[in-house]
Nanobody, 113 residues
Framework: QVHFEESGGGLVQPGGSLTLSCVAS????????MNWYRQSTEKKRELVAA????????IYADSVKGRFTISRDNAKNTLYLQMNNLKVEDTALYYC??????RGQGTQVTVSS
């Protein structure tokens, strides 16, 4: 059974940092590109970052370039999102996704002073 478990969200002040994790199971993690999406009540779903199956290629939304870093550990079936210099507008539910496989329930990130 396919399952994604995100963690690492929370409340942080502007300028702070968080690292999100997503542990995947039930499919061949190392064979699939992975994505981080976010969604808030004010904005539509946004692709935050994506990474190829072998870690070689990454893409980022313009809004997070230079602040966020996506990575993965295929030995641990785990996807990461390092988020630095967080802004209020980064507040959203963040979830990991594997195209045509599924997605997690998400972890809430709230940036507020």
């Amino acid at each position: 059974q396919v399952h994604f478990e995100e963690s690492g969200g929370g409340l942080v002040q502007p300028g702070g940092s968080l690292t999100l994790s997503c542990v995947a199971s039930g499919f061949s993690f190392s064979d699939h590109a992975m994505n981080w999406y976010r969604q808030s009540t004010e904005k539509k779903r946004e692709l935050v970052a994506a990474i190829s199956s072998n870690n070689a290629d990454t893409i980022y939304a313009d809004s997070v370039k230079g602040r966020f870093t996506i990575s993965r550990d295929n030995a641990k079936n785990t996807l990461y999102l390092q988020m630095n210099n967080l802004k209020v507008e980064d507040t959203a539910l963040y979830y990991c996704d594997a195209a045509r496989i599924g997605r997690g329930q998400g972890t809430q990130v709230t940036v507020s002073s």
